[in-house]
């Protein structure tokens, strides 16, 4: 039996990395949140001083060594050997991750490392972020696109972050889906890919109904 991979994308605020880690854990699964590849890279350029020169961003996407890990009740990602699981989440990353994350070269280095991760992942894995159900995994036999109206995006993510002002709220949520749209495809389903609107749903509700998805794929 072939591992089953789940891939699931949509907006910011959306649900997806909680509903993606509860879907891997109820399932046994392993996890992988793409997205903090970018941050760890974003940071490393924050600190090199390099953000701004997008040569320099592409040598070290290619050249950091990035260990990630894909147990979806403690995912982990380090860099050269150094653990940034916290220190990604800092707002300033988030701030500047899609300047990282519109280079494509950036995201063909990193695309070709999330693939071989989910290669690995002999019991099957639930990926979740951008290019996920589109670029990373076409071929996955559940793909997902989670939507959900402005309004819920944004308090969900402030639920998440907490302490930010309405100004820095609308950039972590409207201002990044714009940047992320230039280069990525999660503002509506591509074929195969299936709807779920997280509006009015609870994360269990969510994640229950991935793996409905799951179960009618799998047979």
Do not use: C, W
């Not at 953000?51 to 592409?58: F, K």
């Not at 509506?188 to 299936?194: K, T």
Request: proline share 5%; charged share 20%.
């Amino acid at each position: 039996m072939q591992p089953l991979v789940i891939a699931i994308d949509g907006p910011s605020g959306s649900g997806k990395s909680s509903t993606s880690k509860l879907v891997a854990a109820r399932l046994g699964l392993a996890y992988l949140d793409t997205g903090s590849m970018y941050r760890a890279v974003a940071l490393g350029a924050m600190n090199a001083g390099i953000l701004d020169d997008p040569d320099a961003v592409v040598d070290l996407a290619r050249q950091a060594k990035l260990d990630v890990g894909t147990s979806p009740s403690a995912p982990a990602i380090a860099v050269d050997g150094v653990d940034v699981t916290a220190e990604i989440r800092d707002p300033q990353v988030s701030a500047s991750v899609s300047k990282v994350a519109v280079i494509p070269q950036v995201r063909e280095i990193l695309t070709a490392q999330m693939q071989r991760i989910v290669a690995d992942a002999k019991a099957g894995i639930v990926l979740e972020g951008r290019d996920a159900t589109t670029v990373i995994t076409p071929d996955a036999p559940v793909r997902v696109l989670l939507v959900a109206d402005t309004q819920a995006r944004m308090a969900r993510r402030n639920a998440e972050i907490g302490g930010l002002s309405q100004v820095d709220l609308t950039d972590q949520v409207v201002r990044r889906d714009r940047d992320d749209a230039t280069v990525a495809q999660f503002e509506a389903p591509a074929p195969g890919v299936r709807l779920i609107d997280t509006t009015h749903l609870t994360l269990d509700q969510a994640a229950e109904a991935v793996i409905a998805l799951a179960a009618a794929a799998t047979g």
